[in-house]
Nanobody
Framework: QVHLVESGGDSVQAGGSLRLACVASQYRYRPNCMGWFRQAPGKEREAVGSFLTYADTPYYPDSMKGRFNISQDSAKSTLYLQMFSLKPEDTAVYYC???????????????????WGQGTQVTVSS
């Protein structure tokens, strides 16, 4: 079992930046893969990016490259999502996810992740 808690969601103006954090706890073995997903009202959940924790390697879908950066503080069991140049279309609930998978980490499929946080709201106004 892995317990995930996201924080850092806020309301910001377009063009602004925001950093989300996800703290993982209550695990016996640290998840090999952690990721960020988002879901806007009326839309399907989409991948923002994932992170192979033991290799310090991020993966991003093409649509997210350039404005989003995933990093970790392994000592704090925390995964970060730094977002730049935010747009109103970035408005969504952002979820942290985790699993032990390795080879599939870069596939960015939400179905591959067993553990999920409760989500944190990001609202970008124009």
């Amino acid at each position: 079992q892995v317990h995930l808690v996201e924080s850092g969601g806020d309301s910001v103006q377009a063009g602004g930046s925001l950093r989300l954090a996800c703290v993982a706890s209550q695990y016996r073995y640290r998840p090999n893969c952690m990721g960020w997903f988002r879901q806007a009202p009326g839309k399907e959940r989409e991948a923002v990016g994932s992170f192979l924790t033991y290799a310090d390697t991020p993966y991003y879908p093409d649509s997210m490259k350039g404005r989003f950066n995933i990093s970790q503080d392994s000592a704090k069991s925390t995964l970060y999502l730094q977002m730049f140049s935010l747009k109103p279309e970035d408005t969504a609930v952002y979820y942290c996810a985790a699993d032990m998978l390795v080879e599939g980490c870069g596939s960015l499929k939400s179905d591959d992740f067993r553990y999920w946080g409760q989500g944190t709201q990001v609202t970008v106004s124009s």
